[in-house]
């Protein structure tokens, strides 16, 4: 029987769910579900100082928006729990006594200064800088000497010296040098773990069988391998993701725009279009059709897909597709979604049914739902106040001409009768002589919406209604 597929996303709380920790989990739970594996949810909090509850809320909090519900973690708990690491300081200790009780480690009481000595020498030398391992053979004595002096000892790994390769199902084979690399500290003076100790404890003990991770951690998996090694641990197996850029090519960062999850999507960044979009830096869909549903994308995913390369995060192509899918949405669940952009408003001067038809009449240009905010501002109270272009429109010679004769037009509307509106609209607007016909829908635009362009104007009429059409016309005129 074919070994279970179990991987995880382990973020640190120490900031909110940034969109490159949110791909490398979109792609953990698409490759698990494909394999009808398992996705979990660890919490990598051993920095305590810089993890916050808040940090841990919004994590879970973006991951469910996105979907992604893992099938174990700390708050539904599993059978490797544990799924937090603070929680897990006493195993640490258990397994660095091992490698220390079979060689594989050693106490090291180095201080600082010594240490910085040691990388200064380097730099003078031109020569990379790799811990000397001064330490290594420490007799019991020297052990006892250092302790008097009130020095505190690391636990280092003894990096065995020799060409490690192994095969990365994104990268392809890789090899490394590990006598470049040096003893490195698996447990601090403090008792608290270091990242290449701690994940491969967690790994090795959830059973983890893929490790699906950034392109920045290639350099970690040496390391991780040997202590695998010397515990007698089978080894995962490695594919690591290329990173995601900005437009222009570096490291994307807030001065680019958004970077958590959070921030996306209280922008009005649909989750659906979110994933859809983030699924798509790195992974191409076999058949060239980008917008596809989360189940359709596991259907046709699969980590040979995915590119090696570096992704571009391109804030056009993410705003073009989230503008797909609010075009296509059902307008009650739309409406549903973008009231919460609304709330300045005196919603209850519309119905549901009106509500939906208000938003269905402005979803056309937007990209965003925040940007109902705006585009639906002169459905709402009596009067509406004209911008700029829209008050030269109004303040032009034929303006009071077009009002005056609108008036008898909104008297002779059926608001009931929609094509009907619409075609008494068109036959007034042909109706001028001297007076452009865009010239003529522009003067009544602006009088009804203090604008000049949004929602068709037959639906602007529809929806505010015959009263208060008539009103905000008379009040163009300055009666």
Known sequence: MAEEVRVRIAP?????LHVGTARTALFNYLFAKKMGGKFVLRVEDTDLERSSDAYIKNIFDSLKAMGLNWDEGPDIGGPYAPY???EKFDVYKKYAKELLDKGFAYECFCTQEELDEEKQRAIDEKRPHVYSGRCRDLTEEEKAKFRREGRKAVIRFKMPSKIMKFHDLIKGDLEFDTSLMGDFVIMKSNGSPTYNFAVVIDDMQMAMTHIIRGEDHISNTPKQIAIYEALGAKVPEFAHVGMILAPDRTKLSKRHGATAVSDFIEQGYLPEAFVNFVALLGWAPSDGVEIKTLDEIIADFSLESISPSNSIFE??????MNGQYIRSM???ELTRRALKYMQQYNLSEYSTEKLEEIVASVKEPITVLSEI????EYYFGEDVQPNIEAQDILNAPEAKDVLSRSINLVNSFDFSDHDG???KLMAFRKSFENVKPKNVMWTIRAALTGRLRGAELSAVF??????????????ALGE
């Open 421 to 423: 509106l619409v075609e």
């Open 330 to 332: 059902d307008n009650s």
């Open 12 to 16: 640190s709380p120490s900031g909110n």
């Open 84 to 86: 937090t690491q603070s």
């Open 462 to 475: 529809t929806i505010l209604g015959k009263e208060r059409c008539l009103h905000r016309i008379k009040k």
């Open 315 to 320: 804030f056009d192509k993410l705003n073009w």
């Open 373 to 376: 905010t705006d585009a639906v």
